[in-house]
């Protein structure tokens, strides 16, 4: 019927926008991943993983983390660098979509 096209175009509607939304977050976990992996191979000292992590992230527009945001600790001779954040969406009224992330690279 046509209430259900128009029930299912609202849906779309609703999903594309969410999603146009989400890919940003997404592409910036990736740069964040990727940072914080180049930080930890190249870098052998704590101020050195964080300043290593905020060129990165001033070159790649990261926003949500900065290089005081890491825990950097070791094991042997590897550096482990952990990061943890969430990003939000605003979907309507109170309701909101919440992505959290959280990872360890050496």
Do not use: H, M, W
Not at 21 to 38: D, G, H, M, R
Not at 56 to 71: M, N, P, Q, T, V
Not at 91 to 106: D, I, Q, W
């Amino acid at each position: 019927s046509f209430i259900g096209v128009i029930f299912i175009g609202l849906l779309a509607v609703a999903a594309f926008a969410s999603g146009g939304q989400s890919i940003p977050i997404f592409l910036e976990y990736q740069a964040i991943n990727k940072a914080a992996t180049k930080a930890a191979r190249e870098s052998s000292t704590v101020p050195e993983v964080r300043a290593s992590f905020d060129r990165a992230a001033a070159i790649d527009d990261i926003r949500s983390i900065s290089g005081k945001d890491l825990e950097v600790t070791k094991r042997g001779d590897k550096v482990i660098v952990s990061f943890k954040y969430s990003r939000e969406i605003a979907l309507a009224g109170p309701a909101y979509l919440v992505y959290r992330f959280e990872n360890s690279v050496n």
